[in-house]
């Protein structure tokens, strides 16, 4: 299923588009309404989605990601609930690539193998693990490639050149760019200098580059997005979910998400 990914990359590249993966908290603040908000998010125009599996100990969240997975695990949300979700979604015909966002403990307490073979099954495209170190990478890249599935590396502003390149071979469709050292969270400011750094990091990469962390609104997501492949949010995305009424979150994922679609247009 990865082969999606790859393509809509270069679709965007050849049209000077960057994409948006929204992240959606499995579970938050149901699973009902996780999966609403998912639907909202493609319906909006989302290139793709990176769908979050609360866990208990989040190293890389900041509040507001925390609180959500807080609530969404109180509710007695599950691991395989993520997969559940990604066959509801392909059941309501959404194409788009589809990748899980899990810490390595519960991937590797279902197991490597299992877990790719069930995502595949589902309509998966791959999964962003974000403490798995880069060095163990290629070991569990090889099992995802075996089920056409992506695994993605991260890289950051504090990345030494060496390990940006070891990243850059590692064949993904794109590389995750954390825009500011710390955890997730929404900003009222781009960090300094992120614009010129993607711009020159971006030239020296074989590999398209998406940015997370710290974008909050659709004007910025427009900023970042011409100079990256691509732009994730999350924080406003849950703050937008936890000021709405349950019923009415669908609306107001999908008006959100639009915005940020036609800023990066």
């Given amino acids: 299923m990865s082969r999606a990914l790859y393509q809509a990359f270069r679709s965007a590249r050849a049209k000077r588009r960057a994409l948006f993966l929204p992240y959606i908290c499995l579970g938050y603040p149901t699973y009902a309404a996780s999966l609403q908000s998912a639907k909202a998010a493609l319906k909006a125009g989302a290139s793709g989605l990176e769908l979050g599996v609360p866990f208990s100990d989040p190293i890389a969240d900041g509040p507001t990601l925390q609180k959500a ?3 969404s ?3 007695g949300t599950k691991f395989a609930d993520v997969f559940r979700m990604i066959g509801d979604i392909r059941k309501a015909g959404f194409k788009q690539p589809l990748l899980v966002m899990s810490y390595l403990n519960l991937v590797e307490q279902m197991g490597w193998f299992r877990f790719a073979e069930v995502l595949a099954i589902k309509g998966g495209d791959g999964a962003i693990i974000p403490d798995l170190p880069l060095e163990q990478f290629s070991k569990f890249r090889r099992i995802l490639i075996q089920k056409n599935l992506a695994l993605i590396p991260f890289i950051s502003p504090t990345s ?8 850059d071979v590692q064949g993904a469709p794109f590389l995750y760019y954390v825009s500011v050292t710390g955890v997730t ?7 300094p200098d992120l614009l010129v750094s993607l711009k020159n990091l971006r030239g020296k990469l074989k590999t398209p580059v998406v940015v997370g962390f710290g974008i909050s609104t659709p004007a910025q997501a427009g900023l970042v997005g011409k100079a990256s492949d691509g732009v994730i949010i999350a924080s406003a995305l849950i703050q937008i979910m936890s000021k709405t009424k349950v019923s009415k979150i669908g609306k107001a994922v999908e008006s959100f998400c639009r915005k940020v679609v036609n800023a990066l247009r």
Avoid at 185 to 191: E, Y
Wanted: net charge positive; hydrophobic share 35%; no cysteine.
């Fill in 160 to 167: 030494s050149p060496d390990r940006v390149k070891k990243a």
């Fill in 185 to 191: 969270g929404a900003r009222k400011t781009l960090a």
């Fill in 73 to 75: 695990l109180n509710q």
């Fill in 69 to 71: 997975t807080q609530i």
